[in-house]
């Protein structure tokens, strides 16, 4: 890890590394049911940057999540893409994909050293946006996503997002859950 892009990554320097968590809980429909799921979940986040447009300049993680079911050797959840910061702006960004075919670009206002962030995408946003497959927008259309991240002292972190899913089948919106505090190891 360099050093310099480190220095760069504004509230994300702390996340750099290697982070496990078996607190986890998900809540999601699961064959039209609300359903309560404990896991463990592994994030590696590898420090990239600068990556610079034009007088933007960005330094971020590059990261990839799985999760597992306690008790269950196969994931049931994957996740890569990055977590940037752009200073000029004070901006986090958080852009990721997962093999469902759903695609996230969430920001949020930071302070170099601030120690939570609140980040936010909404379908049809040109800036902080949310794009899926055509199956999914039909069936299961992720309308909003709003994350809250608290990083702790002690060399742990925790999150807490809230995937807000438009069900036709009853014409509402499901609040799909998940938490969860992750140690860096």
């Known amino acids: ?16 590394g290697t982070w496990e968590g078996d607190k986890g809980i998900d809540i999601s ?6 359903t309560e799921t404990k896991y463990r979940e592994r994030v590696i986040f590898a420090p990239l ?20 079911r306690l008790g269950e050797e196969d994931a049931f959840h994957e996740e890569v893409g990055y977590w940037l910061w752009d ?8 852009c990721f ?5 759903v695609l996230i670009n969430a920001g949020g206002d930071a302070e170099e050293n601030s120690k939570s962030f609140h980040l936010e995408a909404k379908v049809g946003s040109e800036t902080y946006g949310i ?29 807490k997002e809230d995937t807000r899913l438009w069900i036709p089948i009853n014409e509402a919106i499901f609040h799909h859950t998940d938490q969860n505090t992750l140690q860096k190891i």
């Not at 890890?1 to 750099?16: C, Q, V």
């Not at 429909?29 to 609300?34: A, L």
């Not at 971020?60 to 799985?66: D, F, K, N, V």
């Not at 200073?87 to 958080?94: D, F, I, M, S, T």
Request: net charge positive; no cysteine.
């Open 97 to 101: 994909m997962v093999p469902r075919g």
């Open 131 to 159: 794009l899926s497959n055509k199956y999914l927008d039909e069936t299961y259309k992720t309308k909003e996503y709003v994350l809250d991240v608290e990083i702790h002292d002690e060399g742990s972190f925790s999150y």
């Open 49 to 68: 940057g600068p990556v610079n447009n034009g007088p933007q300049q960005l330094y971020g993680l590059r990261y990839s999540m799985t999760a597992w």
């Open 87 to 94: 200073a000029g702006n004070k901006q986090v960004l958080r």
């Open 29 to 34: 429909r699961i064959k039209s049911k609300e």
């Open 1 to 16: 890890m360099s050093d310099e892009i480190i220095k760069n990554l504004g509230p994300l320097a702390t996340l750099a």
